[in-house]
């Protein structure tokens, strides 16, 4: 076996940097209904696909996991939620679009959540230019796998759909 000195480049050295960020999606539903958002022909990696609100953690500005979620979706759907204990973890990666990364990647871990909405009244105005959304829906439970789903979250719509009925 070859020897490496300490602090030497190894075979790790070259591959491209990896971050890890943390997200949380919110499972809303009423009266039978789950609450969909649509991501915008303007969305970089997924437009026009549906999936559930929820977003990437302020790791500086965040107070915790449920002050996340909460900010996430009054940010994308303007909704009040009470929280709920998560229900799947998932992964996936994606294209580091920032100006420092060179070829770098995004891995997001996440945590879906069932949350019960306090207000029912679906508003865009606190939605930042990042979020690409420009429309939702509350979907009856039995027409949730017939949108065209962001396909990293198709499992997870799986896993949730029984829990919901």
Sequence with gaps: MPSVETGSPGPR???????????QKAFITAEGRLLMVRKAASDPFQPGRWEVPGGRLDVGG?????????REVWEEVGLKIEPGPPFHLWQWFMEDRSPDAAGGRVRVVAAARRCRPLTLDVAFGNQDESDHLDGCAWVPLDEVCSYPLIPSLRPVVRAFLPLAR
């Design 13 to 23: 050295t070259a591959s491209p940097p990896v971050r890890l960020q943390f997200a």
């Design 62 to 70: 965040d107070l915790d996991l449920d002050d996340h979620i909460r």
